[in-house]
């Protein structure tokens, strides 16, 4: 059985080339229900990307923007991205176990990309 996140803040290490080091991102953190299903409805932006767990699937009704996607297999190595226009609704990815969020065209400039492994980090405390 995998970990059980609690909703909160942190960080997401995203592993880059041989030799390049890691690109850190600001994390929201949505682990409860009813922070996975608000996600980033409502919302005019994202500082950053917010992590849903467990899901395998998202929608974009009733967002204001689009945004992209990336879906992360148990082990947290992406195994898909997509961006996605507000009013839609996303297939569930078989092997997902989280996906992330994030305004469109930013995972591209951290490096997200299918095979990338990608690490969180919980920020103790408020």
């Known amino acids: 059985m995998g970990r059980r996140w609690r909703d909160g803040r942190g960080a997401l ?4 080339d041989a030799g390049a ?6 994390l ?4 409860s229900y009813r922070a996975r299903t608000k996600g980033l409805l409502g919302r005019d932006s994202v ?4 992590l849903l767990s ?5 929608h974009t009704l009733r967002m204001r923007m689009p ?9 947290f190595v992406v195994i898909a991205v997509r ?10 990815r078989l092997r997902s176990r989280h996906v992330l969020e994030a305004e469109a065209g930013a ?5 997200v990309k299918v095979g990338v492994p990608v690490r969180v980090v919980e920020v103790r405390g408020r």
């Not at 929201?28 to 682990?31: H, L, V």
Request: glycine letters at 18%; charged letters at 20%; zero cysteines.
């Open 21 to 26: 080091g890691s690109v850190r991102v600001p």
């Open 67 to 75: 945004i992209d996607v990336a879906y992360l297999d148990r082990r």
């Open 54 to 58: 467990p899901a395998n699937s998202v």
């Open 107 to 111: 995972m591209a400039g951290w490096g």
């Open 83 to 92: 961006t996605m226009r507000a009013g839609r609704i996303g297939l569930p």
């Open 28 to 31: 929201e953190i949505a682990g």
């Open 47 to 50: 500082d950053g990307a917010i």
């Open 13 to 16: 290490l995203v592993e880059g």
